[in-house]
C-alpha cells in the first residue's frame, strides 16, 4: 500500500501497523523522483505493508523518527521501532532493505 503522508502524522502510521517503510524525499531532490517509481514497484509487491512517503523538509516530526540527513533516506520500522535506514539512489540497496523487513 502505497500513500503519500499528507500531515505530519508518520509516528500514528508507525503504531498502527507492524511494519512500515518509508521514503523521505524533497521537492528538490533529483536522486528522490528517481527512486519514487521504484519505491511505488516495491509497494504493489507488498500491498499488506504501508510505504509510505514523506517530505521531510514539509514534516520534521516525521523526519526525526529516522534520524534523517540526506535525501533521498529509506527506512524501515517494525512494532513502532526504527529497524533500518540507509541513504541511497540505488534500486538493490533499496530491495535489501525491504526484504529484511519481510
Known amino acids: 500500500m ?3 503522508l ?3 502524522n508518520l509516528a500514528e502510521i508507525i503504531k498502527q501497523n507492524e511494519k512500515v517503510v518509508v521514503q523521505y524525499s524533497a521537492s ?3 536522486n528522490c523522483r528517481i527512486m ?3 519505491f511505488k514497484l ?3 509487491q507488498n500491498e499488506n505493508i504501508p510505504f509510505i512517503m514523506v517530505d ?3 514534516f520534521p516530526e516525521s523526519r526525526k523518527l ?3 540527513d540526506n535525501l533521498p533516506t529509506f527506512a524501515t520500522f517494525k512494532n ?3 529497524l533500518n535506514q540507509t541513504q541511497t539512489n540505488k534500486t538493490e540497496v533499496l530491495a535489501q532493505l525491504v526484504n529484511e523487513i519481510l
Do not use: I, Y
Request: net charge neutral.
Open 56 to 58: 521531510a523538509e514539509q
Open 6 to 8: 499528507g500531515q505530519d
Open 28 to 30: 528538490w531532490c533529483g
Open 80 to 82: 513502532g521501532v526504527l
Open 66 to 68: 529516522a534520524k534523517v
Open 2 to 4: 502505497f500513500q503519500e
Open 36 to 38: 519514487k517509481p521504484k
Open 42 to 44: 516495491f509497494s504493489s
